[in-house]
């Protein structure tokens, strides 16, 4: 109860501080086996949560210069929802961590939107 644990009612004062940030994360590139297992323990390391993974795999039209969905294609298009408290990320840093570890396995692009850039956009 909060009256037999004074530190209970500190730790919530704390916890309403926390500035939640969410925002989409956007990986295109070859698709290679294990990719998304070191992308997603990398946002673990980070203290971001995984709200949502959608994965495309398929190949490129080349007349169109467009990605077209195919089951079992070479490439992979995938998007990450996450969430993390603003103040617990350097974002420059992630975003730099991001490029370089998805370089190295195999993601072609990368690109890491939060809602609020996202919305800046649109005005």
Same mark, same amino acid.
Not at 76 to 82: L, T
Not at 96 to 105: C, K, L, T, V, Y
Not at 112 to 118: A, F, G, I, K, R
């Given at each position: 109860?909060?009256?037999?644990?004074?530190?209970?009612?500190?730790?919530?004062?704390?916890?309403?501080?926390? /500035? #939640?940030?969410?925002?989409?994360?956007?990986?295109? !590139? @070859? +698709?290679?086996?294990?990719?998304? =297992?070191? *992308?997603?323990?990398?946002?673990?390391?980070?203290?971001?949560?995984?709200?949502?993974?959608?994965?495309?795999?398929?190949?490129?039209?080349?007349?169109?210069?467009?990605?077209?969905?195919?089951?079992?294609?070479?490439?992979?298009? /995938? #998007?990450?929802?996450?969430?993390?408290?603003?103040? !617990? @990320? +350097?974002?420059?840093?992630?975003? =730099?961590? *991001?490029?370089?570890?998805?370089?190295?396995?195999?993601?072609?692009?990368?690109?890491?939107?939060?809602?609020?850039?996202?919305?800046?956009?649109?005005?």
């Amino acid at each position: 109860t909060p009256k037999a644990d004074g530190g209970w009612a500190a730790a919530t004062a704390v916890a309403r501080k926390v /500035n #939640r940030v969410t925002g989409t994360l956007y990986l295109f !590139g @070859v +698709d290679r086996p294990g990719q998304l =297992a070191v *992308i997603t323990k990398m946002l673990s390391e980070q203290r971001l949560t995984v709200l949502h993974l959608h994965v495309q795999s398929g190949g490129a039209d080349l007349e169109k210069c467009d990605f077209v969905q195919a089951s079992g294609g070479p490439l992979a298009e /995938n #998007r990450i929802r996450i969430a993390f408290d603003e103040a !617990g @990320v +350097d974002l420059a840093a992630l975003r =730099a961590e *991001i490029e370089e570890i998805g370089r190295q396995i195999g993601y072609a692009v990368t690109c890491l939107v939060t809602d609020v850039e996202s919305q800046l956009r649109a005005w």
